[in-house]
């Protein structure tokens, strides 16, 4: 992978929480009272963070410093940070009465392991968990420490994570930004994360809410109950169905952070772990998005093509990889040649044909690179 011995990785560049001077955001100041992370006598701008449950504030030099080392200690234990968005990502809820069931409903219900009645004094609601949840939360805490950053109330979040993870194993209260920790409602930040920004990643449904932070994102969305505001999008549980257990969204994306984690930690690369950004990485696996590949005439038969380092290539550079075009159309068929009725079927479903060189090129160049050097052409 070329991306870290060639190209390098930008220095981290912390954002500011306003546009307060920069000679009041890198002290804080003496004054008692803090409100909405503004000094109220002085304005001077404090960061926050939690500590063994207690809110504590510190200068933007001292929480810099404080990443440094945080992050050091989580990389010696081959750990990145993972940020999970909780409402339409890990969980979805809804109030409306159609949906609403009774304990005894619940029981007869065919989705009674992911289906659950919250009953407050001033609310109802039903939470349905997404496929898979438990499986992604306990293969991804053996690769990132885990936040959970939500627009929604402290008391509704910590709810929440008595379903998703009830032995309390990946959701410390430490780690759970919520609403009132927010210093605008709708825009969410890494300042409260105490590592820093190039080792953390972040799924979430909404992008708007990461503007300062979407170099950092992989959106992934789950939609079961209708919308109250938004009727043009057909619902799971309208279509009578769910993602899969095993072919969900979080499986993908499971596959995806296990590459991400590969990739980051990988020794070969030239540099320390001090160089290495989460940022470029996602950039690198942007590279043949889109792109469904498949390969002919280019391995023995008796060999694993998942084990080859063409197949690993267009892992790394974001395509996906078919075996069977009738489950996953192809784009791309890489091969060193074609016969006449290959290349009739290439024709007919728009198949490009190329060598194993474009994706090479590829790979090197950091880019897709036009196929029309690289194609394969019929036998005259």
């Known amino acids: 992978m070329k991306i870290i011995s060639e190209r390098g990785f930008p220095q981290d560049d912390y954002e500011d929480f306003d546009d307060t001077p920069e000679e ?31 809110w504590l504030w510190h200068s933007k030099d001292e929480m810099d410093r404080i990443r440094k080392v945080e992050s050091a200690k989580l990389l010696q234990d081959k750990k990145m940070v993972l940020v999970l968005d909780l409402d339409q990502t890990l969980v979805h809820t809804t109030e409306q009465e159609k949906y609403l069931k009774t304990p005894q409903e619940l ?23 997404r496929p898979s949840v438990h499986t992604f939360l306990k293969e991804a805490s053996t690769m990132f420490e885990i936040y959970m950053c939500t627009t929604s109330t402290r ?19 430490s780690r759970i930004i919520a609403r009132e920790d927010l210093l605008e409602i709708d825009e ?16 979430d ?39 899969g257990e095993t072919t969900g969204a979080l499986t993908t994306v499971l596959q995806q952070l296990k590459l991400i984690h590969r990739l980051f930690f990988n020794p070969k690369f030239e540099g320390g772990l001090q160089d290495r950004d989460v940022r470029d990485i996602l950039n690198f696996l942007r590279v043949l998005q889109g792109c469904t590949l498949s390969f002919k005439h280019i391995f023995p038969s008796d060999f694993r093509p998942e084990n080859s380092r063409l197949w690993l290539m267009a892992e790394e550079l974001g395509a996906k990889i078919s075996m069977d075009n009738l489950i996953n159309p192809v784009t791309h068929v890489v091969t060193w040649f074609a ?18 060189k474009w994706l090479r090129t590829c790979y090197k160049a950091l880019e897709r690179v036009s196929e029309k050097d690289y194609l394969i052409k019929p036998k005259v």
């Open 188 to 203: 969410k930040s890494l300042d409260l994360v105490l590592k820093e920004e190039r080792m953390v990643l972040i799924l």
């Open 24 to 54: 009041n955001t890198e002290k804080t100041c003496l004054h008692p009272c803090v409100f909405r992370g503004k000094c109220v006598s002085c304005e001077t701008v404090a960061l926050k963070y939690v500590h063994q449950g207690m």
């Open 155 to 173: 008391s509704y979040a910590l709810k929440a994570t008595e379903f998703l993870d009830p032995e309390s194993v990946y959701f410390m209260s």
């Open 107 to 129: 029981l007869q219900h065919e989705l009674r392991d992911g289906l659950f009645r919250l009953s407050r004094p001033w609310e109802r609601m039903m939470l349905k968990l």
């Open 205 to 243: 449904d909404t992008v708007s809410v990461w503007s300062k932070h979407e170099s950092n994102l992989i959106p992934v969305k789950y939609r079961y109950f209708d919308s109250n505001h938004d009727w043009s999008v057909v619902s799971l549980s309208a279509l009578g169905t769910d993602e």
């Open 339 to 356: 016969t006449a009725e290959e290349f009739e079927e290439a024709e007919m479903e728009e198949i490009i044909l190329v060598r194993p």
